[in-house]
Nanobody, 126 residues
């Protein structure tokens, strides 16, 4: 049974930082690209960042470039998202996702991911 369990969310003031973590089990972690998505109330799920299988390449949505960093540890089966200089508009539920073994090529689309965590709430106060 595949499980992705997120942690690290919380309430932070604008300009502050949070570090999210996702622990994966039940899958061969190193074979999967990993990503973070987010979903704000009343909005569609949004791609945030993705890291390659080795951790050597990463991709970000434009709104978080320079503020967020995605990393992974294939020895611990974890992926993390360091979020700095948080803004009110970053408020959302953040979800960890495990990429498909064979990508559709649309790496920002939810359909390119096989497994999802339950999410962790990030609230940024202005």
């Amino acid at each position: 049974q595949v499980q992705l369990v997120e942690s690290g969310g919380g309430l932070v003031q604008a300009g502050g930082s949070l570090r999210l973590s996702c622990a994966a089990s039940g899958l061969t972690f190193k074979t999967r690209p990993m990503a973070w998505f987010r979903q704000a109330p009343g909005k569609e799920r949004e791609f945030v960042a993705r890291v390659s299988r080795s951790g050597g390449a990463s991709y970000y949505t434009d709104s978080v470039k320079g503020r967020f960093t995605i990393t992974r540890d294939n020895t611990k089966n974890t992926v993390e998202l360091q979020m700095n200089n948080l803004k009110y508009e970053d408020t959302a539920v953040y979800l960890c996702a495990a990429g498909a073994l064979i990508s559709t090529g649309k790496v920002r689309a939810s359909s390119d991911y096989d497994y999802w965590g339950q999410g962790t709430q990030v609230t940024v106060s202005s």
